[in-house]
């Protein structure tokens, strides 16, 4: 299964549609003068000295290239002269720090030149190198220029030429994965097996024995044992990567890497690596997961902690992370075909990546709790900002997550209002959607092939909808059936064929796994893929947790078109515990509740109105 | 009022009097093992250099002194010449450590000599020097011997000769509080106004500006403002403390500081301190108590943070703070004779204080919880190690909380078996306890003058108790009203009269104010003083918060005699939501609930069996 570009995806919707024009017009925008201020593009000066302008981070390459990511993705679906000038002068900057053997990193070659390659473990020259590849990749693609990726081509062969098992290389692989999956896009363009190579070693070579990073630590004179984060389970390297079957350590490294050897297995059929990503990915969902698709609970480690610990206020839920999720999952989506994927990509989109950044698209958040007493709100940059330039681009690139073919069929993923240009079985077809959704189950789809043909459309039924029906120009199937999260109608199309599908999308009392100690007596409220949270702005009294939602409580969900650029709400009856003001502190009479109307907005757009206090786990009253 | 010493209570309860016992035979004991590993009784050697041994700790001397305060009371009610002997031996090493000057502390001595009190603000100097004064006035009066009470008696003449208004005086105060009501002792037992005149200074000196921390810090070429803990709210210095009105800061720094306020103010009859007292201790009993008596809810201060804030597993409440409390509580009922203080002192004492300490003695909790998934247990010594000697002086000395005399009454503060000698109206009096309290409501108390006098008895009527019953000689009193929690029955007592005094004690649902997040839907269960709290042995499923108390569930109380020490158990039946394993993470339906016997055990006694989970607040089943 091959994913359908984003480039022919054109989203209408009210979701996506807005989020990517604002991405474009304002995001892009405020993310470069960041970069400007801060000093990080003035950092890639090879004259730059430590001491100049400002503090230089090592990993400040990374935000530079996820922004000129995101300027290609811009580019790529709307000239703009003004921006590709912008993108040309900072691939310049990159040209003029890359050094004659290809090395390009901006921290080493200013603050630390005999440190390169030292410390695989803590710096990030390879993470930074894949984000580099990464920018390149989009770079080339937008534009069909070759300056860029000429760059990260220099660079990638001086890399394979230090690391591999060859005779005077090093056996090292990076501490923060990302050059895996960087490297394979890298191949994709340029069909280059070096890099497809080198991908794999750094995949393979990774938790083998003797550790390189012991290696590595003893040669810079240190001992392995004082590592702040004491175990190799931090970046995943504790095993071999093909034994591995639990989620652990930083959360944004381990996405990366599985990203990457879901990448790998995809190109060479390694079942290896896919039985291992399947037995982690069980882990995570069942065990690891936040219900708005956010990952990696703890702010200690930036990831994950004990199997069903999922504290809802101290939640960490890095955007990253759950962007991560989505990237992963939806490789994983294109190498089995199976909805689960699906589900849990489009989980985190709706809720926990996009929560990351303000509807005016200028605020971001870095982690993204599930419940907080007022005090947590959007930041306009971070000192280390790795989470704004990501949402950014999966923003810009989101549709190219809707869509794959096969060579028989053309599978829809998500839905929303758009239009999108696929071929399949050799011929040109023009699918458009006409849907509300993720405000509606109703989706309407015109199948326009340039000339009637047979194939096979494979529809998904979210694993969130306990019924759906369909029909095709007005005739309802009967007894389809979804397999592994996919209904297939398979037929002659012609231009004009027209599928309904009928989600059936109520509002869902969520309930999570007894295990979870933090949720045990509370219900969370879904719709669609759409997880809701009360807010203090819209519910006036405080600690929000004096509601409870009875069982029996009916809720109704409303359309609010002028709301938070137009949203569903929810609203329904619960019964509050009287504020009696500065009573005893305890009593042993029971405080009296009356009953209060309550109001939820999704989970994604909230702290975009007044600041206070949100909610996505209410107590029940069963 | 004052209260009648320890010496003349004489406990045979089941609940103090074993502790009593196991505090003097075991814990005495082991600590003093601990102060010589650890090499704190080495340190005291004048010749000490920094590295023989052991590292050395700044306030290390306070906890030999707690250890001396607590052999000296082991002492004053039991000869033991081999622990006299070692007290001695500690005695004499404290004495070969004072300087000429009378100054007298082991680390500033040994490792920066030239820093005699150049860092009020941090080092621990004033707060050692307090502790070593308590010790010796409880050995002064247990002994006699005026030895110990002469050192420091130099050492606090030299500290006067340093510290006051006078030109050429350091205007400093303690960074940490405690030898305000040292002093305050040292001028009970020696008569030297001097003493009262310095704890005074100290007192009032507090938070006047310039800020001495400041100026001081500047002393040492340092920036004020860099300070790690930023706010002299930390240390209580933040405005004078005739102007504070809430409780702020380190928890015990906060709760000696008031003792010392109120002991000055019993001497002075000064209500400018009075008013702040009631200001500040009203503010902590409404707004930052735990159900336990714990106080101080954050680690990162070891103290108190935003009102209403009283999270149950991340607790800190350490003991010495609830001790602490204890103390200051203890003062302000000698002062005001209300009920309320002894309410809150009692609840300190039967719960959040005595945690502290296994059944066994010799394992301690620093941090007292009312929540654990199963990872908190009693350690048997802490590198900072004011508890373990903190809770073993309260023991030794708790029968002093029990009495109070004032010219024509005695006060019975808190019931137990037991008897006490009083000295009331020029009249010596027997007083003897028979009741299982705090297991039964049931006291009778017969009154034994030497011979028939005219006096009051005033009984507190606990703040938990709704219905009170009493009757003197077999004749029930009726209409019998407490005042400010006390009944005083007034008559001629002949030997031989009794009282019997009948406390309802049923199982009390408590609730907290619904401005408290943590514990909203929750209910804790209190019999008498004592708070409860579910055990995972006792009650074998994980996490312990599937379990929800209907509130219409019976609950039935039960004495276990062989139970941890003999407790009154209580045991009802609850709902539990049905483990269904490893399933799916998330779901749409709400998982079924089963009855399942609940038993609950005092939060006291807590982690004196198999480890495992421990809960306090229960979820409620409106």
Request: glycine fraction near 8%; charge should be negative.
């Amino acid at each position: 299964m091959k994913h359908v570009p984003f480039t022919d995806v054109k989203l209408s919707d009210n979701f996506w549609a807005p989020r990517v024009e604002t991405n474009r017009q304002t995001t892009l925008d405020i993310q470069y003068n960041h970069l400007i201020e801060t000093g990080r593009i003035a950092g890639l000066d090879p004259r730059y000295k430590p001491g100049d302008h400002t503090a230089h981070h090592p990993f400040w390459d990374s935000d530079i290239a996820k922004w000129m990511e995101t300027a290609a993705y811009a580019l790529a679906t709307q000239p703009d002269p003004e921006l590709e000038a912008k993108l040309d002068a900072v691939i310049e900057k990159f040209a003029e720090l890359q050094g004659d053997d290809g090395y390009t990193n901006s921290w080493i070659t200013a603050v630390e030149p005999s440190k390169r390659f030292a410390n695989l473990r803590d710096t990030h020259e390879l993470y930074c190198a894949g984000h580099l590849i990464e920018a390149a990749v989009a770079h080339f693609r937008a534009t069909g220029k070759r300056h860029f990726l000429d760059i990260v081509c220099r660079y990638a062969d001086y890399i394979d030429s230090v690391f591999g098992r060859d005779e005077g290389k090093l056996r090292g692989y990076p501490g923060h994965e990302e050059i895996e999956l960087a490297l394979v896009k890298l191949f994709d363009v340029t069909g280059n097996e070096r890099y497809l190579r080198l991908a794999e070693y750094f995949i393979d070579e990774r938790g083998q024995q003797p550790h390189y990073f012991d290696i590595e630590a003893r040669r810079r004179g240190e001992d392995p044992a004082a590592w702040r984060h004491k175990s190799y389970e931090y970046n995943q390297s504790h095993v071999p990567v093909r034994e591995q079957s639990h989620v652990v350590g930083h959360a944004v490294r381990a996405m990366y890497l599985y990203c990457g050897m879901a990448d790998i297995a995809r190109l060479t059929g390694d079942t290896g690596l896919v039985d291992a990503c399947e037995r982690i990915w069980s882990d995570v969902t069942r065990r690891h997961l936040y219900l708005t698709g956010g990952i990696g609970q703890s702010r200690t480690n930036e990831g994950f902690t004990k199997t069903y610990d999922l504290p809802e206020e101290t939640a960490y839920c890095e955007t990253c992370a759950a962007i991560g999720l989505v990237l992963w999952n939806h490789r994983m989506l294109q190498l089995t075909g199976e909805g689960r994927f699906a589900d849990c990509m489009e989980r985190g989109l709706y809720n926990g990546t996009i929560s990351g950044v303000s509807l005016t698209g200028d605020r971001f958040f870095y982690d993204n709790p599930l419940a907080s007493a007022g005090g947590h709100h959007r930041q306009e940059w971070f000192n280390c900002a790795c989470c704004p330039g990501n949402i950014s681009r999966l923003i810009a690139s989101v549709s190219g997550f809707y869509y794959s073919v096969t060579d028989d069929a053309v599978w829809i993923h998500l839905y929303g209002a758009g239009e999108a240009h696929v071929s399949v079985a050799g011929c040109q077809v023009k699918i458009k959607q006409g849907t509300a959704y993720p405000w509606d189950g109703d989706v309407t789809i015109s199948v326009n092939p340039e000339h009637s043909a047979d194939f096979g459309l494979a529809l998904r039924i979210p694993g969130w909808c306990r019924r759906a029906e369909l029909s095709v120009n007005g005739q309802p199937l009967e007894g389809v059936v979804a397999r592994k999260g996919y209904v297939t109608v398979k037929r002659r199309w012609r231009s004009g064929d027209t599928l309904v599908l009928a989600l059936e999308m109520p509002v869902e009392r969520m309930y999570a796994n007894p295990k979870v100690r933090s949720t045990n007596g509370k219900v969370a409220l879904q719709r669609g893929p759409v997880v809701y949270c009360l807010e203090q702005v819209d519910n006036p009294f405080t600690p929000l947790n004096r509601v409870a939602l009875p069982r029996a409580s009916r809720l109704t969900s409303t359309f609010e078109g002028s709301l938070l650029g137009g949203v569903v709400t929810l609203s329904g009856e619960a019964m509050l515990i009287e504020d009696d003001g500065d009573q005893a502190l305890y009593r042993s009479t029971p405080i009296p509740l009356r009953p209060a109307p309550i109001k939820l907005v999704p989970y994604c757009v909230w702290d975009n109105r007044e600041p206070g206090e949100m909610l996505v786990w209410l107590r029940e009253q069963a």
